[in-house]
C-alpha cells in the first residue's frame, strides 16, 4: 500500500490540485500543489524534474489567485533551475519562461514580459517547429503583450497565421482557437476604429491597480484575461492572468 510520501500519490495529489484549479476551485488547488511541493523537495530535492515541474504549476496557481508576489518570486527562481538541470529548450525551460512573462505582464512589467515571450517563442519555433500547438500558444501570448502594449499591427500581424493554424490543428470550435479568434476581432476593430489620443493618455497615466480595476470592467480586457489563463498546468504552455494586486 502506498503511503502519502511515495511519488505515485504526490502526483495524484498535485493533479487533483490542477483539477480544482481548472474547476475554479483556485484555493483547494493551490493548497494541494503546496502540500506536493514539500513532499516532493524532502524526498527529491529542487533539482528532479518532477520537483521543478510542480514548482512551475504552483507558480501558475499563485498567479491564478492573484498572488503576484508570490508567483513571481517563484516563477524568478524556477527558470535557472531548469536551466541548469535539463537546458535552455527543455519544454518545462520554456513553460517556466512563458508563466513569468505573465506574471510580468500582469503586474504592469510589459517589457520584461514582451523578452521573455519572445526568447520563449524563438527557442519553440527552433526545438518544435513553427506550427506546433506549443509554439502557436506562445504566440498567442506574445500577441497579449503586444496588445496591451497597444502595438496592434504587430500583434495582427502575429496573430492572424496563429489562428489559421489552430483551427487547422485544433479545430474552429476549440476553446482556445475561439479565444484566440476573439482577440485577432478585437485587434482588428482596434485599428479600424483607434481609441482618441485623449483615452489612450489616460490609460497610460493610470495605476497598475487603477488598470486592473479597468480591466475587469472593460470587455476587452476581460478577454485578453482569458486568453491567458491555463487549463492544463501540466502540459500547456498557454500563461494566465486573473486578477492581482500589488507587491
Same mark, same amino acid.
Given at each position: $500500500? ?35 511541493? #514539500? ?19 504552483l ?5 491564478n489567485?492573484? $498572488?503576484? +508576489?508570490?508567483?513571481?518570486?517563484l ?21 517556466? $519562461?512563458v508563466?513569468?512573462? &505573465? ?36 504566440i ?12 496592434? &499591427? ?5 496573430? *492572424?497565421?496563429? #489562428? ?21 476581432? #478585437? ?11 485623449? *483615452? @489612450? &493618455?489616460q490609460?497610460? &497615466? ?14 476587452? *480586457?476581460?478577454? @485578453? ?6 487549463? *492544463?498546468?501540466?502540459?500547456?504552455f ?5 486578477k492581482?494586486?500589488? +507587491?
Open positions: $500500500m502506498r503511503g502519502e510520501d511515495h511519488p505515485v500519490t504526490m502526483d495524484a495529489m498535485e493533479s487533483l490540485g490542477n483539477t480544482y484549479s481548472m474547476q475554479g476551485r483556485l484555493t483547494e488547488g493551490k493548497e494541494l500543489v503546496e502540500k506536493s511541493l #514539500v513532499m516532493k523537495r524532502k524526498l527529491f530535492g529542487d533539482r528532479h524534474n518532477s520537483t521543478l515541474n510542480t514548482m512551475i504549476n507558480g501558475q496557481s499563485y498567479h489567485l492573484g $498572488m503576484l +508576489c508570490e508567483a513571481v518570486e516563477q524568478q527562481k524556477t527558470p535557472n533551475l531548469i536551466l541548469e538541470t535539463l537546458g535552455s529548450d527543455h519544454p518545462y525551460t520554456l513553460r517556466a $519562461m508563466w513569468l512573462g &505573465n506574471s510580468y505582464g500582469s503586474q504592469g512589467r510589459y517589457d520584461e514580459s514582451m523578452n521573455l515571450h519572445k526568447a520563449a517563442l524563438a527557442a519553440s519555433a527552433r526545438v518544435l517547429g513553427d506550427q506546433h500547438p506549443n509554439t502557436l500558444d506562445i498567442v501570448n506574445l500577441a497579449v503583450s503586444y496588445y496591451r502594449q497597444r502595438q496592434f &499591427n504587430d500583434a495582427l500581424q502575429l496573430l *492572424e497565421p496563429a #489562428v489559421m493554424e489552430l483551427k487547422a490543428k485544433r479545430g474552429e470550435r476549440n476553446p482556445r482557437t475561439l479565444q484566440a479568434q476573439n482577440l485577432l476581432d #478585437v485587434i482588428q476593430q482596434e485599428l479600424q476604429n483607434p481609441a482618441p489620443q485623449s *483615452e @489612450v &493618455n490609460t497610460s &497615466n493610470l495605476t497598475h491597480d487603477a488598470t486592473v480595476q479597468q480591466s475587469q470592467n472593460d470587455p476587452k *480586457e476581460t478577454l @485578453v484575461d482569458a486568453l491567458s489563463l491555463h487549463t *492544463e498546468p501540466n502540459t500547456e498557454i500563461a494566465g492572468c486573473t492581482s494586486r500589488a +507587491c
